[in-house]
């Protein structure tokens, strides 16, 4: 059995400790609710199905806190509506996913296409979509625009993975293009909506904006490296899942980059489904030669990158916060 790395306990982020939080928190879910609540009981079932199975809510937390950064106090109506907004386009894209990756358990509970199926699984996916694009009207044209531009985006991320997949010579610059569109754009928007929503100057804006996007980026990678490092058990799934489903992240193609025999006998294996041997080797190839340090070492990067937008931002509780967060995250797997 596979030796993984110990890993430091999963902390709170220093963004669910702020003063409001916990109050702003239950109006998104009670907002949640709302929103995907119809006339048709079992619709409703259906959208509401990984909105009851809960969640951190990350991207309405950063709308809420995007809007706070010049006052700290509770958000408004207008950010919890622009962070739903968000979270709706994220659960949706969650109902997507798991068709395409013929997933049976998300959150611990049954996905809703392992429950009630493909079809009705897309079109929920879809309606949940609307539903996120409907309140982003609400709030203007602006923010309407935003959030169809995201959703192309998060397309455009997920296909860029898809054309790569079981691509033993997979450009990183693929690998970052593809998180920035199917992870840190949401991160982004849901940061850059709060702004817009509190009337912040541009300069305000787009640092928020900038902040979502290191964020984003850092998640993910962090995301990528825990399914290399972390136990079956941590993870609740088979760890090393990306590279058996063909998909090769930041930490695999650190390893087949440097050369040298771990490097050709890794190459050797992937391009192809694995057998639970194979999966095996390749986590020790990929675990001991290198290719976690150099993700995390690129990941340092995104962290500098949040924490200087935050040097742009009005100092405040929230904004010592913000600054936290992603160095956090991060220290999560380093």
């Excluded at 109050?23 to 009670?30: I, M």
């Excluded at 825990?226 to 609740?236: H, I, K, N, S, V």
Aim: aromatic content about 4%; charged content about 20%.
């Amino acid at each position: 059995m596979l030796c993984a790395p110990s890993l430091k306990p999963m902390t709170a982020s220093p963004l669910l400790g702020l003063p409001s939080m916990d109050n702003d928190r239950q109006r998104v879910e009670k907002a949640l609710l709302g929103a995907v609540t119809t006339s048709d009981a079992y619709m409703t079932q259906i959208a509401s199905h990984l909105i009851s199975a809960g969640g951190k809510r990350l991207r309405p937390v950063f709308t809420i806190i995007a809007s706070q950064v010049h006052n700290d106090l509770p958000a408004s109506e207008e950010a919890i509506a622009g962070g739903i907004s968000c979270e709706l386009v994220h659960l949706g894209s969650l109902y997507h996913d798991d068709v395409m990756d013929e997933s049976t358990q998300r959150r611990g509970v049954d996905t809703v296409n392992a429950k009630w199926g493909n079809l009705q699984a897309i079109l929920a996916g879809d309606f949940l979509l609307a539903k996120a694009s409907e309140i982003a009207a609400s709030l203007g044209t602006e923010v309407a625009a935003l959030l169809a531009r995201t959703i192309g985006r998060l397309c455009e991320g997920q296909i860029e993975e898809l054309r790569h997949t079981y691509d033993v010579n997979r450009p990183v610059d693929s690998y970052l293009d593809s998180i920035d569109g199917k992870t840190a754009s949401l991160y982004s928007t849901s940061a850059r909506i709060g702004g817009l929503v509190a009337g912040h100057d541009r300069t305000v804006v787009d640092a928020l904006t900038t902040y979502g996007t290191a964020y984003g980026m850092v998640f993910q990678m962090v995301d990528d490296v825990l399914d290399l490092t972390a136990t079956d058990e941590q993870l609740g799934k088979p760890a090393g899942n990306d590279m058996k489903e063909g998909v090769y992240t930041l930490p695999v193609l650190h390893t087949l980059a440097q050369g040298g025999s771990a490097a050709d006998q890794l190459a050797s294996i992937l391009g192809k489904p694995l057998s639970v041997e194979e999966r095996d080797t390749v986590l020790t190839i990929v675990r001991n030669n290198g290719g976690i340090e150099n993700a995390i070492e690129r990941a340092r990067g995104f962290v500098a990158d949040a924490e200087r937008a935050c040097d742009a931002l009005p100092q405040s509780v929230t904004t010592t916060a913000m600054r936290a967060a992603t160095a956090a995250l991060l220290a999560t797997v380093s």
